[in-house]
């Protein structure tokens, strides 16, 4: 699964961010996941514009892939889902996917 999930960050660039190795290591090991946040946060913070939408789009590829492949493996499923959102929304603040309210 390894190589899958940095193929799902990475997507069809042929560079890989530094904190891809972050993210893959909670992927490898949920568990990890409290430990990691900050860190993260912090690695993200001095990103620089480009390298930030790119990795925005690889927290949105996670989670898609996570939609399309649920029914194969929904633990794994829900684990790449909400870390692919958790992040999203502690690194830009909202969710680029999310789902909007009924309006009444």
Known sequence: MKAEYENILQGKQETSLGIFASIMAILEDIESFPDLLEPIYREAAVLDEESLDYLRFALLRLQVYAD????????????????????????????????????D
Do not use: D, T
């Open 68 to 103: 399309i492949h649920r029914n194969e493996n929904m633990e794994e499923a829900q684990n790449l889902k909400y870390v692919g959102q958790v992040l999203e929304k502690i690194i830009y603040g909202s969710l680029m996917l999310e789902k909007e309210e009924p309006q």
